[in-house]
């Protein structure tokens, strides 16, 4: 216990004012390199062409990737549905495609836009969309 006679001690000592500075308003959230859409598209591109990719890391890819704020390229989405024909898995591939959709939201165009791009890719490995399978009014 701090006795009161040292107590006043501290008191008693003289007391000097720091002048203060206003801090700055730069804020260093991180020192990892800003990654340009590019270097993103590629990076994507490369996980889903992996030869040794698996229906999970497949399926955790996507996940990830959709838990951006982002709608994916279609290179993106043509790399991921043919890791889709590779693996065997049309209904990820089916998935893939509702994300799509459902990630454009209000903005109508871009799935419409993204359907056409990845056109001749869904007719080489045979893919239909959802709205050709009528489970899009489900």
């Not at 006795?3 to 000097?16: E, M, N, P």
């Not at 800003?34 to 497949?58: A, G, I, N």
């Not at 209000?106 to 959802?130: A, D, F, M, N, W």
Request: glycine residues 6%; hydrophobic residues 40%.
């Amino acid at each position: 216990m701090i006795s009161s006679a040292v107590l006043r001690g501290i008191g008693s000592l003289a007391r000097t004012r720091t002048a203060f500075t206003a801090p700055l308003a730069v804020r260093c959230y991180s020192h990892a390199k800003v990654e340009t859409d590019e270097e993103f598209d590629s990076r994507w591109v490369t996980y889903f062409s992996k030869p040794d990719l698996d229906t999970w890391e497949l399926r955790k890819g996507m996940n990830t990737l959709i838990g951006y704020d982002l709608v994916p390229e279609p290179k993106i989405l043509d790399s991921a549905l043919r890791a889709c024909r590779r693996l065997n898995d049309l209904a990820s591939a089916i998935r893939i495609l509702e994300a799509v959709k459902d990630k454009s939201g209000p903005h109508k165009e871009i799935y419409p836009y993204v359907i056409q791009e990845l056109r001749p890719t869904l007719q080489e490995l045979g893919i239909s969309t959802p709205e050709e399978l009528g489970i899009h009014k489900v």
